[in-house]
C-alpha cells in the first residue's frame, strides 16, 4: 500500500489502516463502551478499565500503582496475582516500578513520543521486563498493567490483538510507533477521528481506540487465538 505522500506503509500500518477501516467499527466500540445501548444493555467490562477512579495515569498517582490498578486490570480479563499485588501496593517491587515510571512520560501520546522512550532499555521497556519476571505476571498481564498507568504512550497487547496483528518486529511497541508516525501521522489521525465518530469520552486515548477496534474486530471470526 502507497501513502497519500508517496512512501510505502509498513505491514502493520496497512494492516490497521484496514482494519479500522471496516464498516463495524464505529458500532464495535459503541457495544464495548455502552454508547447507545437498549434498555437493559450492558457494556463490556473493559470500558471501565482507564476511567476507574479517574484513570490510572491522574497525576497523584501516575508514578505508583494503586488497589485500583489492580482491580482495572482485571476488568481486562486479567488477574495480578495475590503476592505480586501486595508486593506492588505495598512493597519493594513497587517501589522499584516507581522509580522506572517517573522516567516514562504520561503526558504525550504514543505518536508524539521519541523512540528512546519505548526503546529495548528504556524505562517503561525496563518495568515491563521487571512485571514479566514476577511470578504468575505474564506478558498480557505486564502490558496491561503498563498501560493503565501510561494509556497515551503505551498500548494494551494481548493475544487476540496479536492474533490480528502478528508479531512485528524489533517489538509491537516500536513497529506500532513507526505505523502511527508513518504518512504525516494518518493513522494516528483515523483513530482520534473513529473514536470522534463513535462518540467515546475523551479520555478513551487513541491506543485504546486502536486495541478496542481492533480486538472487537477479531474476536467475530470465530478464530482460535493461540496461546
Not at 505522500?5 to 471496516?22: F, H, I, M, T, Y
Not at 498481564?141 to 518486529?169: E, H, M, N, S, T
Not at 491506543?207 to 480486538?215: G, H, N, P, Y
Request: hydrophobic content about 45%.
Amino acid at each position: 500500500m502507497i501513502s497519500s505522500g508517496g512512501e510505502s506503509l509498513s505491514p502493520l500500518g496497512q494492516r490497521l489502516r484496514v482494519l479500522l477501516g471496516a464498516e463495524r467499527a464505529v458500532g464495535d466500540l459503541r457495544r464495548y463502551f455502552g454508547i447507545g445501548l437498549p434498555p437493559g444493555g450492558v457494556p463490556f467490562t473493559g470500558s471501565w478499565f482507564e476511567h476507574l477512579a479517574g484513570g490510572g495515569d491522574r497525576s497523584e498517582v501516575a508514578d505508583r500503582f494503586t488497589a485500583e490498578d489492580v482491580v482495572a486490570v482485571q476488568t481486562l480479563s486479567v488477574t495480578v496475582p495475590v503476592p505480586v499485588a501486595l508486593d506492588l501496593l505495598e512493597g519493594r517491587l513497587g517501589a522499584r516500578l516507581s522509580g522506572l515510571l517517573q522516567a516514562v512520560p504520561w503526558d504525550i501520546d504514543m505518536v508524539e513520543a521519541g523512540v528512546s522512550d519505548l526503546a529495548p532499555g528504556s524505562p517503561a521497556d525496563r518495568a515491563w521486563h521487571l512485571l514479566c519476571a514476577q511470578h504468575g505476571v505474564n506478558w498480557v498481564i505486564a502490558g496491561k498493567l503498563l498501560a493503565r498507568k501510561r494509556p497515551r504512550l503505551l498500548p494494551v497487547y494481548d493475544r487476540v490483538v496479536r492474533c490480528a496483528l502478528g508479531r512485528p518486529r524489533p517489538s509491537f511497541w516500536l513497529a506500532l510507533h513507526a505505523a502511527l508516525r508513518e504518512d504525516d501521522r494518518a493513522l494516528h489521525r483515523q483513530l482520534v477521528e473513529l473514536g470522534q465518530v463513535a462518540g467515546v469520552p475523551e479520555t478513551v486515548r487513541a491506543l485504546r481506540v486502536c486495541d478496542v477496534a481492533v480486538w472487537m474486530g477479531h474476536r467475530v471470526t470465530g478464530h482460535a487465538c493461540p496461546r
